[in-house]
């Protein structure tokens, strides 16, 4: 494999796609950086998700190629919070993370080798200047990922800053309890599959018939290998393409059928074999 | 015109914009084949339609550059589904086409000259080590897809296949029994033009009115040369930008308006002339 | 910073992302220009939406690259309606919009400095055979614009109009009255933020406590240097990143608490100090 010419920039964001703020982002970008390629993770973060976002991030970041990621999803636009570059501990694929220190990246810098280098993007020779401060993606991430890709050294970008300072991620652990497994809804896709903060080891001390309960519902799955497995309706535990347990029925949605949202709580318990 | 530098991918699938899938596989495509450019057909095809996915794609393929079509609509993922690399015929443009063989790829193959060779995606030294078996975009059609940029001979992606025994699409044709052609929805664009399976010399039976008939309702209809040439509310019957019959409205939505859905059958018969 | 090896073309457009047409135009511009970057702005503008493409490509471009604009909200296509190239004065960066000549491209032509030179895409060794007359972006407007960074001159494309012909956008300008401020809501975001078209200088007869009337709506509000500066509620009145007033609130949608569309009027009066 040949070692790409220029540094590729992957880009997440709660932008959407609607307007145009992702196309501008990147217009900045190219004028910039005009050989960087852009890679486009997802836009449509819910606004303002950071835990979804950085759930998304930290499930893509070892899929990227090296150079630069750039997060947005920035609830505080415009207020004192810290803007960040966090270069990581990879050697073999060396990782910039761009974005607000509001834990979006936390997650994705622990799974790329952790920090080596942090600074607060203070140096506005590296803004745009701009009429307000709302479009801090325009004005001063966007900017700071090019230049990291046209050769400017991290520690230009503005002061450095102690990586033990960043604010962390909030992922939350499950639980297991005798022969019960309480995990959390980390993210439910499009096709409806519910992935669990839960290890297929975690659920040794379960049997081949579960019972799933998330708020009312009470449901009996079995353990599946994908989900062609399953009957229609049949509710499966399936590890995902990630290597966590993931609540899936065949060609629909388990999500709408237990009613689940991201970040809802879930129980899994031993079921009884007929 | 200069010849590219660097194969393309096209790149359709069901995978949606909301969920990082999409840009997964391009930070996998670009670690293999970093100067291999995307190009992305849609990524909105309803999930799990195989012949929504397989008529776009066949519009689609005389537009596309020379390299990889990427299609990825796999109900049947982790199951022992076939997965496969299909080389055509055209030298002009040559074209390898990868995806699942469940009739999501042949009409656009049958549109490019047909296959020449296949082979079945069986060769794991090609795959990424995956956790799970339920993200074959990411662990070996999109691997495929960057590897034959990269000049990796087809041969090399797994064992060949005959290419007689890849599966067909399922394309209705329409049927002209005395003065009525009998005629399926297509495609319904975000317009709400409605794409019949239905060419303008299979309507050379029917008069300048014509009357459309799909499910409960009934209405009158006019051949047009394009929208803008129907009064408002007016029923027109446009030759379309691919060559095939549609049912339309100026500024409106015709899809609406008959309540039609793709796969319909819509009927169309001589109008009374007044 | 080095100059581009080859020119960008930002394409925006109402065509969605679901149907298949972005990325058959990508696949026209590869096959003629196969090292053009593309970037997309948007392509959600909806149907028919000439004001608010017009916008969002005023918003839009002085942050594009130097390069090719393609912009492609066309409700009027297959008609005898114009479709034209027009290059701008910017010397420093070098622009040429692509499209209908309908108003969509007008205000971002003023933007950049206005037209030096016009053609009308008459020539048709430059378009595309095609069956029908109903896609104007991928057989006429999407060639242009590839042609155009190959090195091929205006003039080639067809017979040269005069700028003072082309068709203006409608932007309307807001009334200041008394200590009265009439506008209109130029864009809600996807935030809900309504941009109004009222500069900050604009407000300068108006006290800290302002009165926003919109319909039958009305409610007091406060100046505000960013979204996180208000209480959960407050209506807050912000410069935004263009520089132009937009009403927001806090992490809500300012454009649902005051059922706002785009076009509506909105009154910004003095309110009583408490």
Redesign the interface.
Known sequence: ?????HQ?I?F?SD??????????V???I??????A?V??????IA??DIRGGGL?LA??VQ???AGVVLGIVD?????DRRLVAVETNDDDRPLTLVGPDNGLLASAVAMSGGARRAVSLTNTEYHLP??????AG??VLGPAAAYLT?GVDLANLGEQVDPLSLLPGVLGLCRVEDDRVEGEVL?I???G?AQLNVGPEEMEGLGERIVVRAGHIVRPAVRA?????LNTGQLGL??????LVAVVLN?RSAGEELQLAEGDRITLEPGEDT
Chains 1, 2, 3 share one sequence.
């Open positions: 494999l040949s070692a790409p010419r590729t992957s997440l932008y959407g796609l609607v307007d145009e703020f992702v196309g501008v990147k217009g900045v190219r004028r910039i950086s005009p050989h390629p890679i486009d993770i997802t836009h449509d606004p303002y998304a499930r893509s899929y990227l190629p609830p505080a636009v415009g207020t701009a009429p307000g401060s709302t479009f325009r004005d046209t993210w896709d499009r096709f599959n290998g994908n989900y062609a497995e399936v590890v995902d393409s990630y290597g060609r």
